[in-house]
């Protein structure tokens, strides 16, 4: 896909509101012409000759020939409008359902700010070319019945006219060529900028905790100077572009006045024709300048439909598959010498159905790809990972991650009470037990209104370990068959770090549940632990065992 692709699908969604605003805009600008005409029309029958009936008459015409061009401007726009805005929102649409598709992958290289840039700016940039396109068709038909009506008058005004739109045009699109690519790379580095500020706010408290603030200034310093840099340019190729094209209109309708006025002085067009030829010649700066303006809007719109294109267009990260787990799932994960990037390195781990396996590593690289892989955020680039022996490939992501829940440190809460944020996919009757093993009953007793309480986005409003035990309690709510936790307790006093590890223990029962932390209390509690290092299992046992007979795991967790 590219952005003409974009453009295309666009303006073809929305053909009809399209055609009948650019046929309506075009009605406009035809009355205008006619306004000239009709005047140079009344001084030669009407006024030259006395005559008040003609006069009366025509000026009856110049009312209608004023309704209709008010009538066709009020209702161009407003359907080109209608257009503009339905099309950006099927884009904004598309955009939402690319970036949340199970398959994952339009993340890949983008930060959260810059995908919601693109589904705003972009898309909003990509559907004003709906009034431009209206407005370049009305200016386009202005030109060309300007030009027939001075055919009319004199034939080297009409052809002059004629004959000149061609050029301009072609100079025009030259003219915009600059500003495309100055706007592409304006939207591109604002939207670094505002990822970047969105990445810097949401870890506000670590950057302070770590005394990192001056490096997360400077870091942003330097987008946003690269993003002022991009929009100066821009602005820059814009006034070059609008200050070419007035020099362009501006002399050519100079020239059209000066054959005009020598026509006139040499007796070949009347006093009316003479008044209309001018008329018509000052109209001319306004098709000419919509010309301009529809032109400039339409190389940003190209320039943003790149951008579309580009999200639209991110290869999956993970293939599509079909099929669904079997049933009753009992719940295995087998995972045969799987290797992704540089992380994993033949991986090889079994895990029974409803054993709970604590998963050790030193390098955050390896969990993260472990997290990724199992809950099919991608797939592995050789060997499988398989659920009671379907490799998960073949299954519909979103069957996947109905079976296995991946928990994720970072777990984000939303506004809303924190009943709600446990309750987002409980299964029945498991909200209480999940809410006590994860101690958030504790988190409930010091909120002024209980677990009625509402949070602010993302659970600001609580501490690090509160939003850890609530995130926890959604995540044991949900009862998934197969439960994956990835550092839960990191923010939690070793006290009720103890007590929740052996809650979880009791709440998951036959549950498959596999822990990936380094958290002694926790990996206690494990039927099995498994010691990852270089991307590989380099042991295996419980967790006291490893203690007192491996270093590397003695020196991971304690």
């Known amino acids: 896909m590219q952005g003409r692709d974009v453009l295309r699908r666009a303006i073809v969604g929305q053909w009809r509101l399209a055609a009948g605003g650019a046929v309506l805009a075009a009605g406009h600008q035809t009355g205008e012409v006619l306004v000239p005409v009709v005047i140079g029309v009344v001084i030669d029958e009407a006024i030259s000759t006395g005559d008040a009936d003609m006069l009366l008459r025509w000026i009856a015409v110049l009312a209608a020939v004023f309704a209709g061009l008010s009538y066709s401007y009020r209702f161009s726009f407003r359907f080109a409008e209608r257009a503009s805005e339905r099309a950006a929102h099927r884009l904004r649409l598309e955009l939402t359902r690319r970036t949340l598709d199970p398959r994952g992958g339009a993340e890949a290289g983008r930060l959260p700010g810059e995908l919601v840039n693109v589904a705003t700016g972009d898309a909003k940039r990509v559907g004003a070319v709906h009034v431009a396109l ?4 009305a200016a386009l038909a202005g030109l060309v019945a300007g030009g027939v009506a001075l055919l009319v008058v004199s034939v080297p005004l009409g052809l002059l006219v004629l ?35 969105a990445d810097l706010i949401a870890g506000l408290r ?33 006034a070059a572009h609008d200050g070419g094209m007035l020099m362009l209109t501006g002399v050519f309708i100079a020239i059209i006045a000066l054959v005009g006025g020598r026509l006139a002085a ?14 018509l010649a000052q109209f001319l700066l306004t098709p ?21 294109a580009s999200v639209l267009a991110t290869p ?10 079997s049933q009753p799932l009992r719940g295995e994960v087998r995972l045969r010498d799987v290797r992704y990037g540089d992380a994993l390195r033949g991986l090889s781990l079994v895990v029974a159905p409803g054993e709970m396996v604590g998963v050790v590593t030193t390098d955050p690289a390896v969990a993260t790809s472990l997290l990724r892989l199992l809950g099919r955020s991608a797939d592995p680039d050789s060997g499988t990972v398989e659920l009671d022996g379907v490799p998960l490939t073949t299954l519909d992501p979103a069957e996947v991650r109905r079976a296995v829940v991946v928990a994720e440190h970072d777990a984000d809460l939303f506004e809303g009470t924190l009943l709600e944020n446990v309750t987002a996919a409980a299964a029945w009757g498991k909200t209480k037990p999940a809410m006590a093993a994860a101690a958030v009953d504790e988190v409930a007793s010091n909120l002024p209104h209980g677990t009625a309480t509402p949070l602010t986005e993302r659970g600001r409003s609580l501490s690090g370990g509160q939003r ?9 709510a949900v009862d998934a068959p197969v439960l994956v936790l990835h550092d ?71």
């Open 316 to 325: 999956y990260a993970a293939a599509k598959g079909d099929g669904s787990p």
């Open 134 to 137: 209206a407005g370049g068709t």
């Open 488 to 558: 839960p307790t990191t923010a939690v006093d070793a006290v009720t770090e103890a007590r929740i590890a052996a809650c979880v223990r009791e709440t998951r029962g036959q549950r498959t549940t596999i822990v990936v932390a380094t958290s002694p209390a926790l990996l206690a509690m494990a039927d099995r632990v498994a010691m990852v290092d270089g991307g590989a299992v380099v042991a295996e046992g419980a967790h006291a065992d490893l203690v007192h007979g491996h270093s590397a795991y003695r020196a991971a967790v304690l």
């Open 468 to 476: 850890q035990r609530v995130a926890l309690a959604r995540a044991l």
């Open 288 to 308: 000419l300048s919509i010309m301009a303006w529809a032109n400039r809007e339409f190389a940003q719109g190209r320039a943003s439909a790149a951008r579309v």
């Open 206 to 238: 670590v950057l302070k905790g770590i005394g990192a603030e001056r490096a997360a200034v400077d870091r942003y310093r330097r987008t946003s100077r690269d993003s002022l840099a991009a929009t100066v340019r821009a602005a820059r190729a814009q």
């Open 163 to 197: 004959l000149g739109i061609p050029p301009l045009l072609g100079l025009a699109h030259l003219l915009g060529k600059p500003l495309e690519r100055r706007s592409g790379t304006e939207q591109e580095r604002a939207a670094r900028a505002s990822g970047v500020a």
């Open 266 to 279: 040499s007796g070949d067009i009347t006093i009316g024709q003479l008044v209309m030829a001018v008329g």
